[in-house]
């Protein structure tokens, strides 16, 4: 009976014990490691093969091509691009855009003039580009897809439609109206020193600029810082051949 009665407890025991304890779980089974995990793969990475093309997608954060100038208008229904003037009221000159400022340096600024030669800016408050000869100033207004003005261009930027002696008067001169204090300026820093229709800046004093007259010579038009002479410093007076290199600029047309 004591027997019989262990036996009984030994097939108890038995029924709690887990079926099938001969095989391992699975857990316990190691992975197949004979395949390499794909971030071990070549392929897998993201590295092109030598033998790829370039992804020309990526190109894209490399910046604008060399010949884009920031300074074009950015919506094509503009007549003109930024810092330039449209000058469409003239009989007997077609269209066409004037920059408001004597022309700059891109680097250039209130206290200094800068040394980037690549083209020619309009800006107000910086040192207008100076000490340059004609075929410079072309150069630095075809950088900017500009031109030098003609002579009538100028004329009319200056002058306005009317055919004013001076920017801010039909015929009389006024003293400091413009810069003619015997040092160079920022340009825009005479205020009233603008055509009251146009908003053209410094056409008379600050730099006497150069203009383009149909002939290969040079033509300067406005008069300059240096020039106290009211008949020097008009829209309409007798071009001049020369003048310091240091009061010489230019700005440009389109």
């Not at 900017?144 to 920017?167: F, H, I, N």
């Amino acid at each position: 009976q004591c027997f019989a009665s262990e036996q009984a407890e030994d097939d108890d025991n038995n029924n709690d014990a887990p079926p099938n304890n001969d095989t391992p779980p699975n857990n316990d089974t190691p992975p197949n490691n004979d395949t390499p995990p794909n971030n071990d793969t070549p392929e897998d990475v993201g590295v092109p093969d030598v033998d790829d093309p370039p992804d020309m997608g990526m190109m894209d954060d490399t910046g604008p091509p060399m010949d884009v100038v920031e300074d074009e208008p950015v919506d094509p229904n503009m007549p003109c691009p930024p810092g330039m003037l449209h000058i469409n009221d003239l009989e007997d000159l077609p269209p066409f855009c004037i920059d408001i400022y004597e022309a700059s340096r891109p680097d250039a600024q209130a206290g200094n003039a800068g040394a980037d030669n690549s083209r020619a800016t309009s800006r107000g408050g910086v040192l207008p580009w100076t000490q340059v000869n004609r075929a410079q100033a072309e150069m630095a207004c075809a950088a900017s897809q500009k031109r030098l003005c003609t002579l009538a261009e100028w004329t009319a930027g200056c002058g306005g439609a009317d055919g004013r002696s001076y920017p801010y008067s039909a015929d009389l001169y006024v003293v400091n109206q413009c810069n003619t204090s015997g040092t160079i300026q920022p340009t825009g820093s005479s205020p009233n020193c603008t055509h009251p229709v146009y908003g053209t800046f410094d056409m008379s004093g600050n730099v006497i600029e150069i203009v383009d007259n149909g002939q290969p010579v040079l033509t300067l038009m406005g008069g300059s810082f240096g020039d106290v002479t009211p008949s020097l410093l008009t829209c309409n007076g007798t071009p001049r051949g020369n003048a310091p290199p240091a009061q010489i600029g230019f700005r440009c047309c389109k």
